[in-house]
């Protein structure tokens, strides 16, 4: 059953336009692995960074990612050099002229993302489908960026692209049928399960998980419950396949906290507010993930790799190997980075 706001079913789609061509903006985690499954899918791809030297560290990622896949035996070594072949690094936007199909992946930054839209209106081609992969900010403000709002829909992949099955399909109140029904069916060509969702904050999945790892997060701040038996309580009691601070660890707490302040933002709601402790945590951690991956030579790691901020709970020994700064009274996890670099 449906009414006349909910979205369609894919039946009631329509037919959508041709996709031979996808670009792919960014250079992050998500970029990589978003270019990976369509280049597995047979679409020829460009991926294009800040600069050419970011499109081929990006594109070197997607090679190591491929490797894996072939040591494990999911793929041969001949469809990973197809695959290769397929992705196009570019350290220019310019290269999404004769593109079908523009994604963006770039930091979830409203902002940021309004100038990259209004970029791709002046480069990609009429026709050209334009899609976001925001996880909470609004798609129609990406739209109004535009000449073009009909073009515009959001196509929100999950991280990690290449193994989620989930892409939430977010189309506005001037998205075009036929785009609909297009981006629909390029879904189910890279063998992702495709929903339709309103153009509200958060969608589907962000709007019913972050209540629950916000109130996650509260009850370690009023210390009602250590983080590990939290994690374990989900698991063996409520089925879930990772507790809420193993998630945040994968999201990563920067973009948790980004989406957490839009939905808080967005509905007003007093439980949606992020802890007070929450933004100085981060600060904390991302300095202190800078000061572990030094000492473990590991000059290139993010601050995010600290996701959660590796919080221990109160009174479990702490590695010798930690920075000697604490994230309120909980000093960081070094499992979190991998080895300890001090035995």
């Not at 609909?180 to 709007?207: S, Y």
């Amino acid at each position: 059953m449906r009414d006349a706001l909910t979205p369609l079913a894919s039946a009631e789609a329509g037919t959508g336009r041709e996709i031979a061509s996808v670009g792919v903006a960014g250079s992050g985690t998500m970029a990589s692995g978003i270019a990976e499954v369509f280049a597995k899918a047979g679409y020829a791809v460009v991926l294009a960074a800040r600069s050419q030297e970011k499109a081929d560290t990006a594109k070197a990622r997607i090679a190591k990612s491929l490797a894996r896949s072939v040591d494990k035996g999911r793929m041969t070594g001949e469809a990973r050099d197809q695959t290769l072949a397929l992705i196009t690094p570019a350290g220019s936007l310019d290269a999404f002229a004769e593109v079908d199909l523009a994604v963006e992946a770039v930091a979830e930054d409203l902002a940021v993302k309004q100038e990259l839209f209004a970029r791709l209106d002046k480069i990609c081609k009429p026709g050209a489908v334009l899609a976001t992969t925001t996880s909470s900010l609004p798609v129609i403000a990406c739209a109004r960026a535009t000449t073009r709002p009909q073009d515009v829909i959001g196509m929100h992949f999950f991280n990690p692209a290449p193994a989620m099955k989930l892409v939430e399909i977010v189309r506005t109140v001037l998205t075009g049928d036929d785009v609909h029904a297009t981006v629909r069916e390029v879904t189910a060509k890279i063998r992702k399960h495709p929903v339709d969702c309103g153009d509200r904050a958060g969608f589907i999945v962000n709007a019913l998980l972050f209540p629950y790892l916000n109130n996650a997060i509260k009850m370690v701040q009023e210390h009602y419950a250590t983080l590990d038996d939290i994690d374990a309580a989900m698991k063996l009691g409520g089925g879930y396949p990772m507790g809420p601070f193993e998630l945040l660890d994968v999201v990563g707490l920067d973009v948790s906290l980004a989406i957490e302040q839009v939905l808080h933002r967005e509905f007003r709601d007093p439980g949606l507010a992020p802890p007070r402790s929450w933004s100085t945590w981060w600060r904390r951690a991302a300095s202190a993930a800078r000061r572990v991956a030094a000492s473990a030579n590991m000059p290139d790691a993010e601050p995010r790799t600290a996701g959660w901020g590796g919080l221990l709970s109160p009174g479990h020994p702490r590695c010798p190997g930690a920075p000697p700064p604490h994230l309120g009274t909980f000093p960081l996890r070094c499992s979190t980075f991998g080895p300890c670099p001090r035995p």
